[in-house]
Every structure is written in structure tokens, then in C-alpha cells.
């Protein structure tokens, strides 16, 4: 299995302050606007990305950090092996992903996905 990236997420209400800050001040461009999910992202060749959200999409709370791996299945088989309990999922999401939320040691939500 391998991670393919990484995004920390910030609950915001205000996506404008966002845009205005990020983008503003660090030009990162709107790269996704689900409504309740803002993703901006920097130039070069690693893409930063940071995620803004008033919710974890489905109705979910906002998850600390998202990452994205090539296998959610055998992450969610590892987490489980590993005595870790998911707080949300398995679940295909109607944009496009299957994913589930665990805590990690230090109780931080982690949202697990991959692109369908």
C-alpha cells in the first residue's frame, strides 16, 4: 500500500477569509469547491494542498488531516489488524471516493481515502 498524498483540514466558516489568506497572501489556487469542502493548492512540482470544510461531507465532522492511499481496503484491513476501530465507513462517497474515519493515538480524526 502506498500513500499518495497528504492535506490537512481546517474547519472554516468562512471560505472568503480562506481564499483571501491562502490565496492572497500565498497564491494557492481554488483547486476543488464541493460547497462544504474547499481544497487550495500551491505551485511546483509537490502541489501543497490545504483543505477548508464546515463539514466532513455525508454529513461527517471535519477530519484533521485526509490522506489519500492507493488501497483503502488494505489500510482499513491494517487499522483493524492494528486494534484501531473506524468512527465512520468503510463508504463510497457520491464524489467520488471510498473512505472511512479512525483515530489516530492522539485522537486527531484521520479521513483514509482513495479515488474510485
Do not use: C
Not at 501543497?48 to 466532513?56: C, D, S, Y
Amino acid at each position: 500500500m502506498q500513500v499518495k498524498r497528504i492535506v490537512a483540514n481546517i474547519h472554516a466558516p468562512d471560505y472568503d477569509a480562506a481564499r483571501a489568506f491562502y490565496g492572497g497572501i500565498l497564491d494557492m489556487d481554488v483547486v476543488m469547491d464541493h460547497g462544504w469542502f474547499l481544497m487550495l493548492a500551491g505551485q511546483g512540482d509537490n502541489t501543497p494542498q490545504l483543505g477548508f470544510a464546515t463539514e466532513g461531507g455525508s454529513g461527517t465532522p471535519v477530519p484533521d488531516l485526509s490522506i489519500e492511499v492507493d488501497d483503502v481496503d488494505e489500510a482499513l484491513r491494517r487499522v483493524i489488524a492494528g486494534g484501531h476501530t473506524p468512527t465512520y465507513g468503510p463508504a463510497d462517497e457520491p464524489w467520488g471516493v471510498r473512505r472511512f474515519f479512525v483515530r489516530d493515538p492522539f485522537g486527531r480524526l484521520v479521513n483514509i481515502l482513495a479515488h474510485l
